[in-house]
């Protein structure tokens, strides 16, 4: 007779129960407690730091910043030109995201008083989270607050349904650098990837298709879709 194991459940409690540790749940679970004698519990599914330390505002900021520098040398007069080393903005994205890794994000939360726990959370009942990370199980009640701070998904537009196309993530994260590209939106996200992009990318075959372009680079003004 084979048996089925069931997951360790565990009883926790805190004052404050932060769901998700991006920069907005480790600041609200670090307020919380701040000069006070109160314990807060943060809950993180995948990442502590969330997406800006990861996928998002560390790793484009990285990649910016030899674009600006080579950028600012090319002005300068009695300064030679710097060139871009782009497997060296790759190594340094990959520098300032930990390798992926949150060792000292949880170094850190450690140090400011907050507990960590890792795993799926949802709310259970009133001030009640069950958290479930596949081999342990956690019930966690909150003697004052809950605290949602899950953060957002990005979506892709309807009418590109059918492709695979990169998300915010997935550009912040490029390994393979493609041989041609579009970037669909004139956002901020879309201006500062545009510009990582270009400098990737060789410039004859990146696009970017905004109502208001920013970059120097091919330009078309109007709404994009996709044609298979
Ligand atoms: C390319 C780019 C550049 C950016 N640059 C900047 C910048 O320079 N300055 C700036 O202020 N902002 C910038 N942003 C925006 C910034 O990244 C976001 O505003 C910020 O990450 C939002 O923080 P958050 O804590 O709300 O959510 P998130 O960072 O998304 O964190 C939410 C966390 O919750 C976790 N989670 C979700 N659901 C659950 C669950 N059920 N159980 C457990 N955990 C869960 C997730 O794993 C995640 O870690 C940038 C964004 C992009 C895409």
């Given at each position: 007779?084979?048996?089925?194991?069931?997951?360790?459940?565990q009883e926790?409690?805190?004052?404050?129960?932060?769901?998700g540790?991006?920069?907005?749940?480790?600041?609200a679970?670090?307020?919380?407690i701040?000069?006070?004698?109160l314990?807060?519990?943060?809950?993180?599914g995948h990442l502590?730091?969330?997406?800006?330390?990861?996928?998002?505002?560390?790793?484009?900021?990285?990649?910016?910043?030899?674009?600006?520098?080579?950028?600012?040398?090319?002005?300068?007069e009695?300064?030679?030109?710097?060139?871009?080393?782009?497997?060296?903005?790759?190594a340094?994205r990959d520098?300032?995201?930990?390798h992926?890794?949150?060792?000292?994000?949880?170094?850190?939360?450690?140090?400011?008083?907050?507990?960590?726990?890792?795993?799926?959370?949802?709310?259970a009942?009133?001030?009640?989270v069950?958290?479930?990370?596949?081999?342990?199980?956690?019930?966690?009640?909150a003697?004052?607050?809950?605290?949602?701070?899950?953060?957002s998904?990005?979506?892709?537009?309807?009418?590109?349904?059918?492709?695979?196309?990169?998300?915010s993530?997935?550009?912040?994260?490029?390994?393979?650098?493609?041989?041609?590209?579009?970037?669909?939106?004139?956002?901020?996200?879309?201006?500062?990837?545009?510009?990582?992009l270009?400098?990737?990318v060789?410039?004859?075959?990146?696009?970017?298709?905004?109502?208001?372009?920013?970059?120097?680079?091919?330009?078309?003004?109007?709404?994009?879709?996709?044609?298979?």
């Amino acid at each position: 007779m084979t048996t089925t194991q069931q997951p360790e459940t565990q009883e926790l409690s805190a004052d404050v129960v932060v769901i998700g540790g991006g920069p907005v749940g480790e600041n609200a679970a670090q307020y919380a407690i701040e000069g006070a004698d109160l314990t807060a519990i943060i809950v993180e599914g995948h990442l502590l730091g969330g997406e800006c330390s990861y996928y998002a505002c560390m790793p484009s900021k990285a990649m910016l910043r030899p674009v600006d520098v080579v950028g600012t040398s090319a002005d300068i007069e009695g300064v030679i030109e710097a060139q871009l080393d782009r497997p060296g903005m790759l190594a340094r994205r990959d520098s300032f995201v930990s390798h992926y890794d949150d060792t000292s994000q949880i170094e850190w939360a450690e140090s400011a008083g907050l507990q960590v726990v890792r795993g799926h959370a949802r709310l259970a009942g009133e001030r009640t989270v069950q958290v479930d990370d596949g081999a342990a199980s956690h019930t966690i009640t909150a003697r004052h607050a809950v605290i949602i701070a899950t953060g957002s998904e990005p979506t892709v537009p309807a009418e590109f349904e059918g492709i695979e196309a990169w998300t915010s993530a997935d550009a912040t994260g490029v390994i393979e650098v493609p041989e041609r590209l579009a970037i669909v939106g004139g956002g901020v996200v879309a201006c500062e990837a545009a510009t990582w992009l270009a400098a990737l990318v060789p410039r004859s075959r990146c696009w970017y298709v905004a109502r208001n372009c920013c970059q120097p680079m091919n330009r078309s003004s109007g709404s994009a879709s996709w044609t298979a």
